[in-house]
């Protein structure tokens, strides 16, 4: 058992999820590659002059050749060469197993394989690539500099001690060289001063369900089965499950832990989180001696007894109210269900690719480029996918751009609800990350990439989990007509999106690029909610089935986004629409009630922290004072919602303390610095008052003006479910988004560089005249190919969970080995 066993529903249902995919039989051997990942023409240079030569070589005269041409989808990837390696490319199968044999030979770190390893056994959770500071990688990427050194980023779970803490160490540098490397504590992104390690509350998992949750669970079996007909020991037949708060509750230096029950679910789905029974039970499990944890009482109908004896005594006497159960049904299950519209049974529309993709990637160093935007990607286990380098016709505009967080925070009349405020990086996002569904997560046209993770001495692979496209929008990114002309632009964008189920709950990451020069980051929700036990809680959900609550929360989501507008010497301008009072020279003296901008910098950190202005009548820009456009303004872009945001609702949260200060507003700005690579460390829950990152430290004063700024900022969604949450919430309403856009960054707008616009002029009895500007016309006499229409098939019965391969012992000649736990 390992870093991602916690007693909370989200690991539990976590875990089920990855057990059911290995359930499977997914891991005797890789699956032969889908039909429709097709390749292009691999490792060529400048995917446009060999794409040309190929199309004129097969281009021949006369009225056949529509017939006899190729078509031009012929690839759903167009390979390119990334201009440099990928400085934040994972780790490869042989530096992984590389560093983890060193890591084993270290006496001084005394490590036990996880398959091996007790609760008293130091284990590795974790080694991946460490993420390069930016000077060393602008250094590389921009002046020809060195190619950042290689070091592993190791996380340990150090148990064979008392004090059980984690520590994250770096071990290069790579390659593992026995003269030269060695590890270090990796303490300088931390704000702690702990060097490197944060004490681990779930050290002993083991013991606690064995020697604690089931015996108590046990002891009041008679009243499980009186009120559920079931019980909770750990035995086969168990119909309940209990979990735990998360975090677990850490004040006055004890650790307090809350279980609740819950009704098993009896079909394929994992809706366990609609059945709570509404029992709820208090230990003190401070330390790693379980004979000195307490049992301190039971709660039932907002009722609390300090003994098991009281309980029992008052339930089985006379008036004693009882309330009804959450159980399992069709209401829970996904799936058809209710009457179908006759004309639903028709294919609905769907996009195509006429010509193949019109973005090239370089698959393996995973870089992108599509209508003057480029991107590396770099995939990690906490928080997933993220974009590096992004740059817009040659020019960067973000360094990097990612999640950092998401945080569920619940709230209840039951300490479970009010115990609950998930951060879900502890569970991570990369290895949640599962394969999609072509035709549903993305079009069938995507070009699907893998992505990786290490867990247990093995390193998995999830299959076609990130997913790359082009789409045409509902509505054009440009029109005008009058009366003689109209002229009208297509709004076709680029996506690169992956989804991560994070135990209960799904969530879709988007990242869109359009053809002005705008992106776009959005999340998306969807899956199980996590409810709560109907009674007492009208003040906290909606009553929406039996005995169940829809439970109020808040998810936050926290993004850096490291602006480097025209460089890295950057401002924060705010400019406010006000209302205003003001005489004219030419208003005869009368003062007119109007309005006017307010234009004023963010200075220094001290103002760092803020939130979207109310009316949204403030603009928020990241602008280079340095580089003026030709009138004198400020060359920027501009960062607004673009569906809604939120941050968190619960000022000064008792549960999660200093270890979520970044969800605590909507924008939140500071200086560039290596020691401040990110808002939150994925066991900032392990210590709530004094986490591995308080991000609250990051605010000192600093100047920001002419510097190199970051930006953090939060998407998120405040959650009430109702009954449309059952049996899954769903992506219409669960979204939210932010937008950049250019801002008086070029003297006009990029999207007329796009040739799929058309102009027609039209007159009385005249025929129109349509002006294409040279866009693709499959009849001309110049075409190269010809276009499929055609949608591209998919064979859904291809779809597989993750792949393994073993690091320890590694044996490269023979990679798959299966592994039953994570
Ligand atoms: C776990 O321990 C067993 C028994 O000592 C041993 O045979 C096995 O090789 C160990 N597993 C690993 C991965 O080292
Ligand atoms: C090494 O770990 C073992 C448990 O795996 C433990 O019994 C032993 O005390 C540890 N040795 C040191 C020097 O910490
Ligand atoms: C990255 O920056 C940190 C903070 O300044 C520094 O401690 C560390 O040594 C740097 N890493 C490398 C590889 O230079
Ligand atoms: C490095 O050290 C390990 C353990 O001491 C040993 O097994 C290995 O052969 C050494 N490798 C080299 C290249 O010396
Ligand atoms: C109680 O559970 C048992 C075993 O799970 C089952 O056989 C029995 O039918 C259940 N009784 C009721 C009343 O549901
Ligand atoms: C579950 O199994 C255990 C051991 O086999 C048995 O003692 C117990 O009565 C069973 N419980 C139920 C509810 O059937
Ligand atoms: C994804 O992984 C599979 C299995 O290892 C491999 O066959 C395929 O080529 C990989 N796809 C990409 C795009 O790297
Ligand atoms: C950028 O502009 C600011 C204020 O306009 C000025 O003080 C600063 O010296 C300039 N920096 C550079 C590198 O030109
Ligand atoms: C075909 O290409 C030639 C050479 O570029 C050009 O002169 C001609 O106008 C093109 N014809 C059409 C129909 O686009
Ligand atoms: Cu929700």
């Known amino acids: 058992m390992g870093f991602l066993d916690s007693v909370s529903p989200r690991a539990i249902a976590a875990s089920a999820l990855l057990l059911g995919s290995l359930a499977q039989g997914v891991l005797a051997a890789p699956s032969p590659k889908a039909d429709w990942v097709r390749k292009g023409p691999g490792g060529s240079n400048g995917y446009f002059k060999k794409k040309a030569h190929d199309h004129i070589r097969r281009a021949v005269d006369g009225g056949r050749r529509a017939a006899e041409l190729e078509s031009c989808a012929e690839t759903t990837t167009t390979t390119i060469t990334a201009p440099k390696p990928n400085p934040w490319a994972p780790l490869t199968n042989d530096e992984t197993a590389a560093v983890v044999a060193w890591l084993f030979a270290q006496a001084d770190l005394n490590l036990t394989v996880v398959e091996n390893a007790t609760s008293w056994d130091n284990s590795i959770v974790l080694v991946e690539a460490m993420w390069p500071n930016k000077t060393d990688a602008i250094n590389y990427l921009d002046a020809d500099g060195p190619a950042p050194t290689k070091y592993a980023h190791v996380l340990l779970n150090n148990r064979a001690t008392e004090d059980a803490h984690y520590a994250d160490i770096l071990v290069g540098p790579l390659p593992v060289d026995n003269a030269t490397t060695s590890w270090s504590p990796l303490a300088f992104p931390y704000n702690k001063g702990s060097g490197g390690t944060v004490r681990n509350l779930d050290a002993d998992q083991d013991a606690l369900y064995e020697e604690w949750i089931y015996p108590i669970a046990a002891s009041i079996s008679d009243i499980t089965l009186d009120l559920w007909n079931g019980t909770a020991m750990g035995l086969d037949n168990d119909t309940l499950s209990i979990w735990s708060i998360d975090p677990l509750w850490q004040d006055d230096g004890r650790i307090t832990m809350w279980n609740t029950f819950w009704n098993l679910p009896t079909g394929e789905q994992d809706d366990v989180t609609l059945l709570p029974l509404g029992l709820y039970f208090r230990s003190d499990v401070t330390g790693r001696d379980p004979s000195q944890w307490k049992f301190e009482g039971w709660l039932y109908n907002d009722i609390f007894y300090e003994t098991t004896e009281d309980f029992r005594a008052a339930y089985w006497s006379e008036g004693f109210v009882k309330n009804g159960p959450n159980v399992d049904g069709d209401w829970a299950r996904t799936g058809q269900a209710g009457k179908v519209e006759p004309l639903d049974l028709l294919p609905p529309p769907v996009q195509v690719a006429p010509a193949g993709s019109r973005y090239g990637v370089d698959v393996e160093q995973k870089y992108v480029e599509w209508m003057g935007f480029s991107f590396y990607i770099g995939f990690n286990r906490d928080s997933g996918m993220q974009l590096y380098d992004i740059r817009y016709q040659g020019e960067r505009v973000l360094y990097e751009l990612g999640l950092q967080e998401a945080l569920a925070h619940y709230a209840g009349i039951d300490p479970m609800q009010s115990g609950t405020a998930y951060l879900d990086t502890f569970y991570g996002f990369g290895p949640y990350a599962f394969e999609l569904v072509p035709g549903y997560d993305c079009p069938t046209h995507a070009t699907y990439l893998n992505s990786s993770f290490y867990a247990d001495e093995t390193c998995r692979t999830h299959v076609d989990s990130i997913c790359l496209f082009e789409f045409e929008a509902d509505h054009p990114i440009q029109r005008h007509s009058t009366g003689k002309i109209i002229s009208i632009t297509k709004n076709t964008y680029f996506v690169v999106r992956y989804v991560a189920t994070v135990g209960n709950y799904d969530y879709t990451f988007s990242y869109s690029f359009f053809l002005d020069g705008s992106m776009a980051v959005e999340v998306r929700a969807s899956g199980y909610i996590q409810s709560a036990f109907f009674a007492n809680n009208q003040d ?79 603009q928020v820009i990241v602008v280079n004072e340095n580089a003026t456009n030709k009138y004198g303004e400020y060359r920027g872009y501009r960062i607004l919602p673009y569906t809604g945001t939120a941050h968190l609702t619960v000022k000064d949260s008792s549960n999660l303390n200093n270890a979520a200060r970044w969800a605590e507003y909507d924008i939140q700005v500071t ?86 616009q058309v102009q027609i002029s039209y007159g009385e009895g005249e025929p129109a005249v349509v002006e294409t500007f040279g866009q693709f016309d499959a009849s001309s006499e110049n075409a190269t190919c010809k276009p499929s229409y055609e949608p591209v098939s998919v064979n859904l019965e291809d779809y597989v969970g993750d792949i393994v391969v073993r690091k320890f012992p590694y044996d490269p000649n023979n990679p798959f080995a299966e592994t039953d736990s994570i």
């Open 540 to 618: 906290y959900g909606y009553h929406i089935h039996d005995s169940l609550s829809g439970s109020m929360h808040d998810h936050v989501l926290g993004f850096k986004a490291d602006f480097d507008v025209l460089g890295t010497s950057n401002s924060l301008e705010l400019v406010t629409f006000v209302p205003h009072t003001t005489t004219y020279s030419w208003s005869k003296g009368k003062p007119r009630n109007t309005m006017k901008i307010d234009r004023k910098f963010i200075e220094n950190e001290d103002e760092g922290r803020f939130n979207w202005g109310a009316n949204a009548a403030t």
């Open 671 to 756: 200086k560039q610095k290596d020691t401040e690579h990110r808002s939150t460390h994925p066991l900032n829950s392990q210590d709530t008052f004094d986490p591995p990152i308080d991000f609250a430290k990051f605010f000192d004063g600093e100047c920001l003006r002419d510097e190199d700024l970051v930006l953090w900022l939060n998407l998120g969604m405040h959650h009430i479910p109702h009954t449309g949450d059952l049996p899954n919430t769903v992506q219409t309403t669960a979204h939210s988004g932010i937008q950049f856009t250019p801002h008086n960054y070029f003297l006009g707008d990029q999207s007329r560089r796009s040739v799929n």
